[in-house]
């Protein structure tokens, strides 16, 4: 996918073509809400699925961390504190690893206070689409779909998902994002599979797993998706240690055992390598792992009990892998992060 002469001519008065986009392909992306008022070209151009492949291509894209976060709730006094507990809200918080900074993306503008509960974050060329979860209102569980375009900074709302499904696993890749697994609303185990193309906001069956696997966790290696332990219908919460690997190319699964630690869940904790091997992210309670690039962002707790931390662990391989606090932390940015994605924009 190119970027054709007519594309930007004149993008810049008085600079050569060529200088003009390469001048746009290196502006940061945290400068492009203004550069998009500029002119109409420049609008255009910004927001084509073209200028994003060539930014891409030209390494001018980043990696950061989008992460379902609970609000923090306001300090109270021992006399205003509420006699019962209430259900946290949760919004979208950006992460940058490289400036160390912590943004929130506009929320969704069908749950204007807070985000369905559970619900599964995935990314697709420079788009965030977040799925299902339960109304935070009635508790009943939703097929619907969002899509936040990080080029335009709008929410639009796309194809519900063909099936009811909770705590499933996500991954994307190839310009597709995929769904397997999960509960329906009756709580039985799946073993269906899905796949969802932003761009023509249609949905593709995959071919099912061997078998159902409820609140298992999925990622996407190469050209492999892998959807790690879970449990079946008749095996409630006794978790798997396999996982089920679909190869994308020819849309074929196959099982492979022992890449995870029977009777542990790892919802949001799995961290795969090209080489098919979990990685561990060293915490135990709360926790969220995020692959950034050549580091994971890690949440949670050390033990029960100890202090809600914020880590980063480099990713090379032949490192020992060393949690690193992330020491300052911004108000209304400490919160339980439950889940979480990274997106190139």
Not at 293 to 304: H, I, N, P
Request: proline share 6%; with cysteine; aromatic share 10%.
């Amino acid at each position: 996918m190119e970027i054709s002469d007519s594309d930007f001519i004149g993008l810049i008065p008085g600079l050569p073509s060529e200088l003009g986009l390469e001048c746009l392909t290196r502006l940061p992306h945290s400068a492009h809400r203004v550069a998009l008022r500029v002119c109409n070209q420049w609008r255009r151009l910004l927001q084509s699925d073209e200028f994003y492949h060539h930014r891409k291509k030209t390494g001018h894209t980043k990696k950061v961390a989008c992460l379902v976060q609970a609000h923090e709730q306001p300090r109270q006094s021992e006399a205003e504190k509420p006699t019962g507990s209430t259900q946290p809200s949760y919004d979208i918080t950006v992460f940058d690893p490289e400036n160390m900074s912590w943004d929130r993306v506009d929320p969704v503008p069908e749950y204007p206070s807070g985000l369905p509960l559970f619900c599964h974050l995935a990314s697709c060329e420079g788009k965030l689409v977040v799925m299902g979860g339960w109304d935070p209102s009635s508790y009943g569980p939703l097929t619907a779909v969002f899509v936040y375009d990080f080029r335009t900074n709008v929410w639009r709302r796309g194809k519900d998902m063909p099936e009811m499904r909770s705590f499933f696993a996500t991954g994307s890749g190839h310009g597709r994002v995929y769904v397997a697994g999960g509960h329906d609303e009756n709580k039985n185990a799946l073993n269906t599979a899905w796949a969802y193309d932003p761009r023509s906001d249609e949905w593709t069956a995959v071919a099912p797993m061997s078998e159902e696997r409820d609140e298992c966790e999925g990622v996407v290696v190469g050209g492999e998706f892998w959807v790690v332990s879970g449990y079946g219908t008749e095996s409630q919460g006794m978790f798997d240690g396999s996982a089920e690997v679909l190869d994308i190319g020819s849309g074929q699964w196959r099982k492979v055992e022992g890449v995870w630690e029977a009777g542990r869940c790892p919802r949001s904790c799995v961290d795969m390598r090209e080489n098919g091997r979990v990685m561990d992210p060293g915490l135990r309670i709360g926790v969220c792992s995020v692959r950034v690039g050549s580091r994971s962002l890690v949440t949670g707790s050390e033990y029960e009990g100890a202090p809600y931390g914020f880590y980063l662990v480099e990713n090379e391989d032949g490192q020992k892998r060393k949690l690193i606090k992330i020491r300052t932390v911004p108000d209304g940015f400490s919160g339980f992060v439950q889940s979480g994605c990274c997106v190139e924009i």
